[in-house]
């Protein structure tokens, strides 16, 4: 059964940091697109980042770019979002997700992705 689930959310201070990750299983995630997607309390959900199944195409939304990194270590068939610099209106669930034939652009779009983790809550507060 193919599955992805989220960890390492939580409270953290501004300026803080945390690592997500999202483990795969029932499926090998080096051939998906894989992105990361967030939504905040009353809004809608946003993209955040997203890279091809080959890794050579990253992107990042505007509002995290140079904060967050996503990364993917295929050994063990998990992906990452190391995020900086923490703000409050990085407050939202994140969640990760894989595609097929998603094509990673600059607009971090959800459309084309095929399979969501439930999610992991991120509050950045003081």
């Known amino acids: 059964q193919l599955q992805l689930v989220e960890s390492g959310g939580g409270l953290v201070q501004p300026g803080g940091s945390l690592r997500l990750s999202c483990a795969a299983s029932?499926?090998?995630?080096?051939?998906?697109?894989i992105g990361w997607f967030r939504q905040a309390p009353g809004k809608e959900r946003e993209g955040v980042s997203c890279?091809?199944?080959?890794?050579?195409?990253?992107k990042y939304a505007d509002s995290v770019k140079g904060r967050f990194t996503i990364s993917r270590d295929n050994a063990k068939n998990m992906v990452y979002l190391h995020m900086n610099s923490l703000i409050p209106e990085d407050t939202a669930i994140y969640y990760c997700?894989?595609?097929?034939?998603?094509?990673?652009?600059?607009?971090?779009?959800?459309?084309?992705?095929?399979?969501w983790g439930k999610g992991t809550l991120v509050t950045v507060s003081s």
């Open positions: 029932g499926f090998t995630l080096a051939h998906y697109a």
């Open positions: 997700a894989v595609g097929t034939y998603y094509y990673c652009s600059v607009y971090v779009s959800d459309r084309g992705m095929d399979y």
């Open positions: 890279f091809s199944s080959s890794g050579g195409n990253t």
